[in-house]
């Protein structure tokens, strides 16, 4: 499924369908790691609907600027209805203005292979924040060098987690020059100012154990 230009979803012939890796990783962590069930989870970018397909478990809300992008996807790619609800929304003007909020917040928004810039500022971060519940988690697929080396990398994550503290990060694919870099961070989370260890000073043996000095 082919969305501005780029490669947005793809599922296979198997049962249950297969779709792209990173989609696949999403899945493991909500419904294996996080054992989601019965939970809201908010969907930024459409693409081919694949993180809900053929997922009964939990209920979806997909937002996309595109209006047609829904009725093209079930003609032309699922062949069949979507799971979930759909809504044809910028996806900063819906989390800025949703009164909902949500378990997860899964963020997978691109325009011809790039995020658009006013969904990577801390504004943004910010909002996404505001439409997670108390305990929840947000989920970001991000395209990055594999290295995480480049301006953009460092900045794109550096913006994320001044917003949600420390991020989990995982690379998907680390022998391509560009990767699908899943991020997952949790609404309880917090910046902190950092912290280096040095042989003269340090802390590590009573941090080990959650004891902090100032």
Known sequence: FKSNRSRSSQIDDSQPP??????QAMRQTLLDELAFKGKNILVLGAGGFTLSHGEPLNHYTYVDIDPAIRSIAEQHFLKAPINGRFVAQDARQFVASAEARFDAVVVDVYSDQAIPSHLVTQEFWQASRRALQPNGVLMANLILD????????RHVLDTLESVYGRCATSVLQMGQPYANVIVTCHATGAPSAPGIYTDEHHQADLEKLGIVRP
Do not use: G
């Open 18 to 23: 297969h779709a792209h890796r990173y989609i």
């Open 146 to 153: 594999s290295r995480l080396a480049s301006p953009y990398s």
